[in-house]
């Protein structure tokens, strides 16, 4: 069955770098894109940003544009979201998810909270 597992996330300080990876199972990894998303605090889901499978077109919200950074290692089955310059609005529940043809599927999601 697909299984998508975030690790990576906690506490950082604003300014700082988090990395986050997402590893994917049940399914050929690269043959599909992948992306992120997030839930903060009293607000709905937000989408973050999304790579293609073939490495080529890379997507992300205005909020973390030149921030944040989407890369994928085919190799391991696994997504990264390099996120850099945080900012205490970006203290969310990240979710990992692959937007497959027939169905979405979500990872359990990883918290990241950003404060000093």
């Known amino acids: 069955q697909v299984q998508l597992e975030e690790s990576g996330g906690g506490l950082a300080q604003p300014g700082t770098s988090l990395r986050l990876a997402c590893a994917a199972s049940?399914?050929?990894?690269?043959?599909?894109?992948m992306s992120w998303a997030r839930q903060a605090p009293g607000k709905g889901l937000e989408w973050v940003s999304g790579l293609a499978s073939d490495f080529k077109d890379t997507y992300y919200a205005d909020s973390v544009k030149g921030r944040f950074t989407i890369s994928r290692d085919n190799a391991k089955n696994t997504v990264y979201l390099q996120m850099n310059n945080l900012e205490p609005e970006d203290t969310a529940i990240y979710y990992c998810?692959?937007?497959?043809?027939?169905?979405?599927?979500w990872g359990q999601g990883i918290q990241v909270t950003v404060s000093s």
């Open positions: 049940g399914f050929t990894f690269s043959s599909y894109a």
């Open positions: 998810n692959w937007p497959a043809p027939s169905n979405d599927y």
